[in-house]
């Protein structure tokens, strides 16, 4: 595990701060402007989404004398936490009440170097990403229609072993799909921060995190049969060494790249 206050680390960290005009500019940010429509509150939520028609939504959002705030949205003062691997300035119905009532949500991602925006999928919405600065591999786990019935009586045994994943390499507004529901994960493999954005065709996309809600809350014995495994191999002990420490969204640095680009892993 990476020790995140480690001397060796803080001064990697602001030779990339001094190296990278985005880490700069990301650093620079004030709290206040996280994620944040600056109109945002329950009563306007609440108000939207009672709105029967179109009239009546922009009888809400613009008042006399209307002005274009309440369907503005921030997403750059997001910075990127030391040592995280990256984060995401997400706009959808919980910060931006204008999105009540459409189908759009969006996001800016911010990847640091060697960071990985670790498998995920998003249950409600397809995803288009589309790199803006530096190098993103985006990877989209393929999905099977068979093999997910069980024996079926009178068919062969359905085949076990690991799902195709297709990946490629995204930069210079370069842009990759990813179907809703489907896993799907960035990385960035350089050693310069990258920058993407995203839309959602749900303003309520979600979020489902592969490792974290598998390894979370089922019994050892369960999650050790599920992997089709025995406990020379996944035990209990092991499972308590990790289960904690899966990440939220971001994931600090996989070994190789961490090396090549001088980083603490
Ligand atoms: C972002 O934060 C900086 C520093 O607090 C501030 O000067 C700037 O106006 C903010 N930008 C936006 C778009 O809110
Ligand atoms: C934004 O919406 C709220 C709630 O309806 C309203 O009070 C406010 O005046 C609106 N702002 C503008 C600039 O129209
Ligand atoms: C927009 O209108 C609101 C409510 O009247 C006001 O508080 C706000 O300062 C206005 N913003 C701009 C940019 O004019
Ligand atoms: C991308 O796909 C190639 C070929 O299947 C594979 O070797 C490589 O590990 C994949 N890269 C990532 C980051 O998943």
Redo the contacts with the bound molecule.
């Keep these: 595990m990476v020790n995140f206050f480690s001397l060796a680390h803080v001064v990697t960290l602001i030779a990339i701060a001094a190296a990278s005009p985005l880490v700069r500019r990301q650093s ?3 709290p ?2 996280f994620n944040s429509n600056t109109n945002a509150s329950p009563a306007l939520k609440a108000a939207l989404a009672g709105a029967a028609s179109y009239n009546d939504r922009q009888a809400i959002l613009f008042t006399e004398p209307p002005n274009a705030t309440n369907i503005t949205f ?1 997403f ?2 997001n910075t990127v936490t030391d040592g995280t691997g990256g984060t995401i300035a997400l706009s959808t119905v919980n910060n931006f009440p204008a999105l009540i009532g459409t189908e759009v949500a969006m996001a800016i991602g911010f990847v640091n170097p060697c960071g990985l925006n670790v498998p995920h999928s998003h249950p409600r919405a397809n995803e288009f990403l589309t790199v803006i600065q530096g190098e993103l591999v985006a990877g989209l786990v393929l999905e099977l229609n068979n093999g997910g019935s069980g024996h079926v009586v009178g068919q062969p045994m359905p085949a076990n072993g690991p799902i195709p994943q297709v990946n490629v390499t995204l930069s210079n507004y370069k842009g990759m799909l990813f179907p809703q529901g489907e896993t799907h994960f960035q990385f960035n493999p350089t050693c310069e921060p990258a920058l993407f954005a995203a839309a959602f065709d749900s303003s309520d996309p979600g979020r489902t995190q592969i490792a974290r809600n598998f390894f979370s809350n089922m019994p050892d014995e369960m999650l050790i049969a599920t992997v089709g495994s025995d406990q020379e191999v996944l035990d209990a002990k092991r499972i308590a060494r990790f289960r904690d420490n899966i990440p939220t969204s971001f994931a600090v640095v996989m070994e190789e790249c961490a090396v090549r680009c001088g980083l603490p892993h």
């Design positions: 620079a940010t004030s206040s402007g921030t750059i003062n």
